[in-house]
T-cell receptor, first 115, second 110 residues
Framework: DTEVTQTPKHLVMGMTNKKSLKCEQH?????MYWYKQKAKKPPELMFV???????INESVPSRFSPECPNSSLLNLHLHALQPEDSALYLC??????????????FGPGTRLTVL | AQRVTQPEKLLSVFKGAPVELKCNYS??????LFWYVQYSRQRLQLLLR??SRESIKGFTADLNKGETSFHLKKPFAQEEDSAMYYC????????????FGEGTQLTVNP
């Protein structure tokens, strides 16, 4: 399996809901990433995990809570989101923390709409 | 601070014509430069990285440290090259952060 998968593909939630996004890879990669992408804009890094430990948090609001339960899985827990959080959420993975030798592989994304 | 600039949001060429997508960067140190491509309804994928100096799908890109540029070129554009192209930068002082440019939407007309 050489892909990063993400579920669900689409998610609509209210501002009081709690939901989770899921990302999975079986390539043996030990670095995993969450990005947020608004329409016609580049991806913005949110979180980086390396060997299941949080390595980078780009000052993301606490209503987004990442979790890496094992080396293949990455979750993003959502609570009390705002309409401006509506975006495409991308997961990526690489063998190790990214460098020229460690290509980042991206998932197809979860399209999130907050009402 | 590191920054990537792609001056053209939209670029339109005819099939068979040469194409150049511009990318300039700002970084104090040795940068690592990449080109990512996103075809319609497909996931973001790596096209080129400067360290490998390879040609992928006919595209090449040369890192010019003097001009701080990493332009993407193809001598004869094909319709299937139509996509969004992002230039991205990383480096030893940025950890694992990839900084993306705003992207250039390339359209190759028949």
């Amino acid at each position: 399996d050489t892909e990063v998968t993400q579920t669900p593909k689409h998610l609509v939630m209210g501002m009081t809901n709690k939901k989770s996004l899921k990302c999975e890879q079986h390539m043996g990669h030990r670095a995993m990433y969450w990005y947020k992408q608004k329409a016609k804009k580049p991806p913005e890094l949110m979180f980086v995990y390396s060997y299941e430990k949080l390595s980078i948090n780009e000052s993301v609001p606490s209503r987004f809570s990442p979790e890496c339960p094992n080396s293949s899985l990455l979750n993003l827990h959502l609570h009390a989101l705002q309409p401006e959080d509506s975006a495409l959420y991308l997961c990526a993975s690489s063998k190790r923390l990214a460098s020229s030798y460690n290509e980042q592989f991206f998932g197809p994304g979860t399209r999130l709409t907050v009402l | 601070a590191q920054r990537v600039t792609q001056p053209e949001k939209l670029l339109s060429v005819f099939k068979g014509a040469p194409v150049e997508l511009k990318c300039n960067y700002s970084y104090s140190g040795s940068p690592e430069l990449f080109w990512y491509v996103q075809y319609s309804r497909q996931r973001l994928q790596l096209l080129l990285r400067h360290i490998s100096r390879e040609s992928i799908k006919g595209f090449t890109a040369d890192l010019n440290k003097g001009e701080t540029s990493f332009h993407l070129k193809k001598p004869f554009a094909q319709e299937e090259d139509s996509a969004m192209y992002y230039c991205a930068l990383s480096g030893e002082t940025s950890g694992s952060r990839l900084t993306f440019g705003e992207g250039t939407q390339l359209t190759v007309n028949p």
